[in-house]
Nanobody, 112 residues
């Protein structure tokens, strides 16, 4: 089985930074892509970015967020800078390896 676990969420003041981590574990033969979504209360899940093992990235919007990958650790990261209250959401990591696997999410709360 494949397990996906996010970490790094928490409370941060407006203008601050957080680095989210996501680690995949279990029996994984080949990862095609890893990425991040977020979901605020009452809203649809929103795509943020994804990345291939080769380092090819795709962003919904470039600027404050940066995605990176560590293939040896089977981990993906999301560096978030200049955070705003509207960034408050549950952030979800996914891994595609034959099928899509999701983490449980990590809460990010940005205070004004």
């Amino acid at each position: 089985q494949v397990q996906v676990v996010e970490s790094g969420g928490g409370l941060v003041q407006s203008g601050g930074s957080l680095r989210l981590s996501c680690a995949a574990s279990g029996i994984i033969y080949s990862i095609s892509i890893m990425g991040w979504y977020r979901q605020a209360p009452g809203k649809d899940r929103e795509f943020i970015a994804n990345i291939t093992p080769g380092g090819t990235t795709n962003y919904a919007e470039r600027g404050r967020f940066t995605i990176s990958i560590d293939n040896d650790k089977k981990s993906v990261y999301l560096q978030m800078n200049k955070l705003r209250p509207e960034d408050t959401a549950v952030y979800y990591c996914y891994v595609f390896s034959g099928r899509q696997y999701w983490g449980q999410g990590t809460q990010v709360t940005v205070s004004s």
